[in-house]
């Protein structure tokens, strides 16, 4: 989604400059962009994910095949939305898909995200979930968990070749309390 940002014109009668406001990658501003973000974490998760999965499938030429979702049950309650999309190499993961307000999407409206912090919804609601990325010949399995530091990380668990179609998904576990709100 093209997002407007127009340079502002102003005038300002400082004496001494000006300095810009920055935002401190701290646990606190990753607490407030996390979890305190969505009143409705679970229509959020499953609104951001499969706006994701959509944005993939359109990105790919394949905005005509469906996405996959799963909603969690009693005997499986992990909630999975799976795209047959571009998927992501392990230099997009580290520099795009870890990045808050990072986004390969602004220069589009063919697109719907745009602010980089849909994939990280999955932390309004659990502490870890699993991305899955398949790229171009190769799986690459993640961790994503709140760190030591409260401060989110994402750590390669397994790598394997794969004849599947590039794409991703996500996995995220579901109380069994929250499983008909999910549905």
């Known amino acids: 989604m093209l997002i407007d940002q127009e340079a502002r014109t102003f005038e300002s009668n400082t004496v001494n400059g000006k300095s ?3 935002i401190a990658a701290s646990s606190k501003a990753f607490q407030i962009l996390s979890n305190q973000l969505y009143t409705d974490k679970p229509r959020a998760i499953l609104r951001e994910l499969s706006t994701n999965a959509l944005d993939s499938h359109i990105d790919a030429g394949k905005a005509d ?3 996959e979702v ?3 049950t009693t005997w499986d309650s992990t909630l999975i939305v799976k795209d047959f999309g571009t998927g992501m190499s392990p230099e997009q993961i580290e520099h795009l898909y870890c990045t808050y307000f990072g986004s390969d999407k602004t220069h589009t ?3 719907v995200g745009g602010l980089g912090l849909g994939s990280k919804s999955p932390f309004a609601y659990t502490d870890q979930f699993t991305a899955v990325s398949r790229h171009n010949g190769t799986k690459y399995t993640y961790a994503a968990f709140i760190g030591a530091a ?4 994402i750590s390669l ?4 070749d ?11 576990p ?3 309390s929250d499983i008909y709100t999910f549905e």
Not at 150 to 153: A, I, R
Not at 157 to 160: D, H, R
């Open 20 to 22: 810009a406001f920055t």
């Open 65 to 67: 095949v469906p996405f």
């Open 70 to 72: 799963q909603l969690p």
């Open 109 to 111: 409206n063919d697109l």
């Open 150 to 153: 409260n401060v989110p990380e």
């Open 157 to 160: 668990i397994g790598q394997e």
């Open 162 to 172: 794969t004849d599947e179609e590039n794409g991703f998904e996500v996995h995220v």
């Open 174 to 176: 579901v109380k069994d």
